[in-house]
C-alpha cells in the first residue's frame, strides 16, 4: 500500500548500548510520542498532509544530553527530550511547521540530488 509521509521522528530513548538518558525519561519520552501522534490522529492515511511515522531506535550515535529526537525530511535533531517538549514539538514542528530553535542540537539538511 503506497501512502504519503510528511515526518518521519526517530527517537533514541532507550539504547542498549550506550545511554544518553535515563531509562524513565527515555520511556515517558516515547510514550508521550505515541500518545500525542495518536491524538492528534497523525498516522491516518487520508491525512493530507501524509502520515507522520514514529520509530524507537536503539543509538542515534550522540550519546549524551538525550533522549535525542531526529526529525526527517528536516535533518533537525532535539536533545534533551522530555515528555512535555514531545508534546511542544508535536504541536509546534510536525504540526505548525516551526521548529523550536532553543532545543535543536544539529541540523543535517537532506542534499539534493541532480541528475
Ligand atoms: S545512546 Fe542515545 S544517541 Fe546514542
Sequence with gaps: MNFKVSHHL???ATANKAACCSAD???AS??????????HDLENIDR??????????????I???G??????????????????RIESI???HVLGGQPIEAWIIRRTP???RHP
Design 48 to 61: 493530507p498532509e501524509g502520515v507522520v511515522l514514529r520509530s524507537k531506535v536503539d543509538c542515534l550515535r
Design 30 to 39: 516515547w510514550a508521550n510520542l505515541k500518545k500525542q501522534i495518536k491524538h
Design 10 to 12: 526517530l527517537l533514541c
Design 90 to 92: 508535536v504541536k509546534e
Design 63 to 65: 550519546c549524551n544530553d
Design 67 to 84: 533522549p535525542i529526537l531526529l526529525i526527517w525530511p528536516d535533518g533537525i535533531w532535539y536533545g534533551g527530550v522530555t515528555p512535555e
Design 25 to 27: 525519561v527515555g520511556n
Design 110 to 112: 537532506q542534499q539534493q
